[in-house]
Nanobody
Framework: QLQLVESGGSLVQPGGSLRLSCAAS????????IGWFRQAPGKDREGVSC????????NYADSVKGRFTISRDNANNTVYLQMNSLKPEDTAVYYC????????????????WGQGTQVTVSS
């Protein structure tokens, strides 16, 4: 059964860092572009970052450029999102998702989703 599982979410102070992980089971990640999305209460789901199937192309939302870094380890079937200089507005549930389409920050492109992990940035 195809499954994505996120981990690494936590409560962190402003300016802090977290690394989220997205582990795949039931399929091999390297055939897919992987995206990270987030959804805050009362807001639409938004694209944060994506990485192409072999990791050559990446894309970031303007709001996270220079602070977040996406990477992948195909040997371990895992994609990471390193988040630095976190701000209160980064608070959301973060989801990873897989697509057979190119790397893009459009939720409708992604067919497979994890259950999400909560990130809270607060003092």
């Amino acid at each position: 059964q195809l499954q994505l599982v996120e981990s690494g979410g936590s409560l962190v102070q402003p300016g802090g860092s977290l690394r989220l992980s997205c582990a795949a089971s039931g399929f091999t990640l390297h055939f897919n572009a992987i995206g990270w999305f987030r959804q805050a209460p009362g807001k639409d789901r938004e694209g944060v970052s994506c990485i192409s199937s072999v990791g050559i192309k990446t894309n970031y939302a303007d709001s996270v450029k220079g602070r977040f870094t996406i990477s992948r380890d195909n040997a371990n079937n895992t994609v990471y999102l390193q988040m630095n200089s976190l701000k209160p507005e980064d608070t959301a549930v973060y989801y990873c998702a897989a697509t057979t389409r190119p790397c893009g920050l459009f939720p409708e492109w992604y067919a497979y989703w994890g259950q999400g992990t909560q990130v809270t940035v607060s003092s």
